[in-house]
T-cell receptor
Framework: AQSVSQHNHHVILSEAASLELGCNYS??????LFWYVQYPGQHLQLLLKYFSGDPLVKGIKGFEAEFIKSKFSFNLRKPSVQWSDTAEYFC???????????FGQGTTLQVKP | NAGVTQTPKFQVLKTGQSMTLQCAQDMNHEYMSWYRQDPGMGLRLIHY???????DQGEVPNGYNVSRSTTEDFPLRLLSAAPSQTSVYFC??????????????????FGPGTRLTVT
C-alpha cells in the first residue's frame, strides 16, 4: 500500500535561514510526487510537482525539491525562508494508474521575523 | 473559472443527523475526490471518482457515501453523523494528461473546505 512519511512535524526557523523538509514514500509503481502548502485559514495550493525527467524540480516562491529514487525521497528545500512562508506543508504521492493522492501528516513551519 | 467550490463553509450537526456536503468544479476535470483533514493526520482520502458514474473508496470511507452523476458535481453524504466525523472536509479535482513516456499524471485543485462539527 502507498504511504507517505514526513519527518518533521513542527519546524521553527528565523527569517533567512535555509529550509529542508523531509518526505519519504512507499509505493512500488510509477509515482507522481507533489508538495502542497496550506497558509493559515486557506485551502491547499500546489507548490511543485514531479512527474518524470530532471529529478530537481523548481516550484513557486523559490521552493525546490529533489527526487531521489534510490532513497524513495522527495525533500523540499528553500535557501532563505521569509515570514510569509509560515504555513503547513504536505508531501503527497500519486499513483500514475489511478490518480489517487496519499498525503503525509504535514509539517508546520513557523518563521520568526 | 470558479474552480472548485464547496458548500456550506461551516456546519454543525447533532449526532445521528444526515447531511450532504456539496462540491462542484467547472474545469471539466475527470477526477474528483474528498478528503478529511484532522490535526496531526494530514489529509485522508475518503472517496474518489475517475469519471461520471464511477466511484471508489479511499482510506477512510466508513460513514460516507458518494455518487457522481455529472462531471461537475461530487456530493459527499453523511448518513448518520457521529462526533468522530468532526473535521474539515476538502474536495479536489484534477485533469488527466498523458505524458510522453506514457501514464496518467494528476495534480489536484482543492476547494476552500467545509468545517463540520458534530455534537
Amino acid at each position: 500500500a502507498q504511504s507517505v512519511s514526513q519527518h518533521n512535524h513542527h519546524v521553527i526557523l528565523s527569517e533567512a535561514a535555509s529550509l529542508e523538509l523531509g518526505c519519504n514514500y512507499s509505493y512500488g509503481g510509477t509515482v507522481n510526487l507533489f508538495w502542497y502548502v496550506q497558509y493559515p485559514g486557506q485551502h491547499l495550493q500546489l507548490l511543485l510537482k514531479y512527474f518524470s525527467g530532471d529529478p530537481l524540480v523548481k516550484g513557486i516562491k523559490g521552493f525546490e525539491a529533489e527526487f531521489i529514487k534510490s532513497k524513495f525521497s522527495f525533500n523540499l528545500r528553500k535557501p532563505s525562508v521569509q515570514w510569509s512562508d509560515t504555513a503547513e506543508y504536505f508531501c503527497a504521492v500519486g499513483s500514475s494508474n489511478t490518480g489517487k493522492l496519499i498525503f503525509g501528516q504535514g509539517t508546520t513551519l513557523q518563521v520568526k521575523p | 473559472n470558479a474552480g472548485v467550490t464547496q458548500t456550506p463553509k461551516f456546519q454543525v450537526l447533532k449526532t445521528g443527523q444526515s447531511m450532504t456536503l456539496q462540491c462542484a468544479q467547472d474545469m471539466n476535470h475527470e477526477y474528483m475526490s474528498w478528503y478529511r483533514q484532522d490535526p496531526g493526520m494530514g489529509l485522508r482520502l475518503i472517496h474518489y471518482s475517475v469519471g461520471a458514474g464511477i466511484t471508489d473508496q479511499g482510506e477512510v470511507p466508513n460513514g460516507y457515501n458518494v455518487s457522481r452523476s455529472t462531471t461537475e458535481d461530487f456530493p459527499l453524504r453523511l448518513l448518520s453523523a457521529a462526533p468522530s466525523q468532526t473535521s474539515v472536509y476538502f474536495c479536489a479535482s484534477s485533469y488527466s494528461r498523458w505524458r510522453e513516456i506514457g501514464g496518467i499524471s494528476y495534480e489536484q485543485y482543492f476547494g476552500p473546505g467545509t468545517r463540520l462539527t458534530v455534537t
